[in-house]
């Protein structure tokens, strides 16, 4: 079955350290890929995606993310955590090639920062 | 730009009534709206696709005699849960998509209890 695995639960981080957020999916084909941000009481916000061509994207808020085909993942990642960046975090997979836009989500990580 | 609305935020009803959320895309207009549902730590299930226009097209499973959804304008569609009971509790989100972008904007959701 097609899926998005998001492998953390629960991360934390101390502000200022590194942070990656693992994703992993199952299909054929190489699909559209995004990571979301969700914080208490705001919707999901677009922190970057990935189509095609440079397999290492940047995004807001001083993400980026890298695709990788042979492992089929899509890891998010950032230098230095702000506290700010306590949040959920989902990625998610439109397999359809952007025909139809039918997202696909992992089941989300959360993050905490500790001061 | 590209922000979503959702109409109420949180909503307590009685099982066996209906309830009516409202998806607003403020500054676009969006012709397909998505609606989801999340589950306390869980991902987000897409129960539906709609096109301005047409009628919605529901995933597997999803019962579409329940879950009524009309996008009768570019920046308009509304979600009613018919005679609501219990396990209908959720957080519903919706998400609009303009012709010309892949890129999913989303609402804040909506919390619905059904006592």
């Known amino acids: 079955a097609q899926s998005v695995t998001q492998p953390d639960i629960h991360i934390t981080v101390s502000e200022g350290a590194s942070l990656e957020l693992r994703c992993n999916y199952s299909?054929?084909?190489?699909?559209?890929l995004f990571w979301y941000v969700q914080s208490p009481g705001q919707g999901l916000q677009l922190l970057l995606k990935?189509?095609?061509?440079?397999?290492l994207v940047q995004g807001i808020k001083g993400f980026e993310a890298e695709f990788k085909r042979s492992q089929s993942s899509f890891n998010l990642r950032k230098p230095s955590v702000h506290w700010s960046d306590a949040a959920e975090y989902f990625c998610?997979?439109?397999?359809?090639?952007?025909?139809?836009?039918?997202?696909?989500f992992g089941k989300g990580t959360l993050l905490t920062v500790n001061p | 730009g590209a922000v979503v609305s959702q109409h109420p935020s949180r909503v307590i009803c009685k099982s066996g009534t209906s309830v009516k959320i409202e998806c607003r895309s403020l500054?676009?207009?969006?012709?397909?709206m998505f609606w989801y549902r999340q589950f306390p730590k869980k991902s987000l299930m897409l129960m539906a696709t709609?096109?301005?226009?047409?009628?919605?097209?529901?995933e597997q499973g999803v019962e579409k005699d329940k879950f009524l959804i009309n996008h009768a304008s570019l920046t308009l569609s509304t979600l009613t849960v018919t005679s609501a009971h219990p396990e209908d509790s959720s957080f519903y989100i919706c998400?609009?998509?303009?012709?010309?972008?892949?890129?999913?904007?989303f609402g804040p959701g909506t919390r619905l209890t059904v006592l």
């Open positions: 998400s609009a998509k303009t012709g010309g972008t892949d890129t999913q904007y």
């Open positions: 299909y054929g084909a190489t699909p559209y």
């Open positions: 998610a997979v439109d397999n359809s090639g952007g025909s139809n836009y039918k997202l696909t």
């Open positions: 709609s096109n301005e226009g047409s009628k919605a097209t529901y």
């Open positions: 990935y189509f095609s061509g440079d397999t």
């Open positions: 500054d676009f207009q969006a012709t397909t």
